[in-house]
Every structure is written in structure tokens, then in C-alpha cells.
């Protein structure tokens, strides 16, 4: 079935170091890709998203490539900040007319000044 | 403008016992959907409602039920609680179903089934 895969966590960084958070899916069709962070006590909020092949989403430093040929969305910061820690989870949708995504397990990602 | 607010944010409830959650979307937004998030299986989808219509639903049992009202308020209620249904339950709104794939998410409500 359709699926998202992300790299388990925690991820532990120093500051301005660089970031990246492996996600792959499985998926029948051509799905949009998104990068949703939880921050601690908050909701998820969308961080970034793409809808087709080679889309290239970016927001607050971040970047991910949707990349067809290898089914992956890695999400890449080049300097990390301690305010980046949070909860990290790459998400699918298989259609323009529905809400439901597909979930990865999300990565913690952690930084230290 | 106000975000997503669910209610209650945190309950707990014995096995058996019945549970109603609620969730007002952001003003104007049409859509809402209903997650599930536990440590083992992470997000879950359990089902979508526009405009008072149950347009998708996820692979979860018949306890698990919701509706949504007029003013797009939604409900969801899990019946006969077992220890697994403890989770944190997220509610998400959007404009439309889709359109732009961005969801904006509630807190949670916070279910312990003892």
C-alpha cells in the first residue's frame, strides 16, 4: 500500500550545522509531498510542499526536491538553529480533493547551542 | 484569526466508557479531518467531512464515529474505549478538501483510557 518512510530519530545537531532528514514513499499514482514540524506543545503546521516531479519547496531555510525517479523528499537545512527543534514528519496526498495524508513517523530533531 | 481549537485538551476515561471530542475549524474553512497519533503507529488518518458529508474515512472500526454541523464545528466519538485508543487525537481544517494541501492543525485533544 502507500506509504511514507523517514529516517528514525533523534537527529542531534550543533548549531549552524547542516540538516538532513531522509523520507521515501511508496505510492500508486503521482502524489504531492509535503513537510509538516510539530514544536513542543504546538500543532503541526506545513512547512513545505511540493506537487509534482522535480518541485523544489523551501520555507524558513529549508529545501526538499521531489524526486520521481528515486521516490524521495529530503528535507535539507544548510544552518540549523536551537529554534528548529521539534518534530519533523513527511507526509503524502494522492489526490486534489481530500485532506487525508499519509504520515511518516516523524523524526525528532534536536539542536544544541 | 483563531486557529483550530479542540476540546477537551486533555481526558481520561476508564475502559468501556464513551468519548466525545470536538473541534471548530478556523473561520471560513469548510474541511475537517480527524488523526489519530500514538507513539507506535504515529499520525493515522480517521476521517474527512465537507460541508456535513463524510467524504473519506480511514481504516479504523466502527467505534470510532464522527459527524460534522452546519457551522462546520465537527465532533468524534469513539464508543466501548479500549486501553489501545489512548492517543493523542489532532484535528486538522482546511478551505476546501485538497486545495492547496496545506492543513492547519489543532493542539489535540489528549485521550487516556485506564
Known amino acids: 500500500g502507500d506509504s511514507v518512510t523517514q529516517m528514525e530519530g533523534p537527529v542531534t545537531l550543533s548549531e549552524e550545522a547542516c540538516l538532513t532528514i531522509n523520507c521515501t514513499y511508496t505510492a500508486t499514482g503521482y502524489p504531492s509531498l509535503f513537510w509538516y514540524v510539530q514544536y513542543p506543545g504546538e500543532g503541526l503546521q506545513l512547512l513545505l510542499k511540493a506537487t509534482k516531479a522535480d518541485d523544489k519547496g523551501s520555507n524558513k531555510g529549508f529545501e526538499a526536491t521531489y524526486r520521481k525517479e528515486t521516490t524521495s523528499f529530503h528535507l535539507e537545512k544548510g544552518s540549523v538553529q536551537v529554534s528548529d527543534s521539534a518534530v519533523y514528519f513527511c507526509?503524502?496526498?494522492?489526490?486534489?480533493?481530500?485532506?487525508?495524508?499519509?504520515f511518516g513517523t516523524g523524526t525528532r530533531l534536536q539542536v544544541f547551542p | 484569526k483563531a486557529g483550530v481549537t479542540q476540546t477537551p485538551r486533555y481526558l481520561i476515561k476508564t475502559r468501556g466508557q464513551q468519548v466525545t471530542l470536538s473541534c471548530s475549524p478556523i473561520s471560513g474553512h469548510r474541511s475537517v479531518s480527524w488523526y489519530q497519533q500514538t507513539p507506535g503507529q504515529g499520525l493515522q488518518f480517521l476521517f474527512e467531512y465537507f460541508s456535513e458529508t463524510q467524504r473519506n474515512k480511514g481504516n479504523f472500526p466502527g467505534r470510532f464515529s464522527g459527524r460534522q454541523f452546519s457551522n462546520s464545528r465537527s465532533e468524534m466519538n469513539v464508543s466501548t474505549l479500549e486501553l489501545g485508543d489512548s492517543a493523542l487525537y489532532l484535528c486538522?481544517?482546511?478551505?476546501?478538501?485538497?486545495?492547496?494541501?496545506?492543513?492547519?492543525f489543532g493542539e489535540g485533544s489528549r485521550l487516556t483510557v485506564l
Open positions: 486538522a481544517s482546511s478551505m476546501i478538501a485538497g486545495s492547496t494541501g496545506e492543513l492547519f
Open positions: 507526509a503524502l496526498s494522492l489526490s486534489y480533493n481530500t485532506d487525508k495524508l499519509i
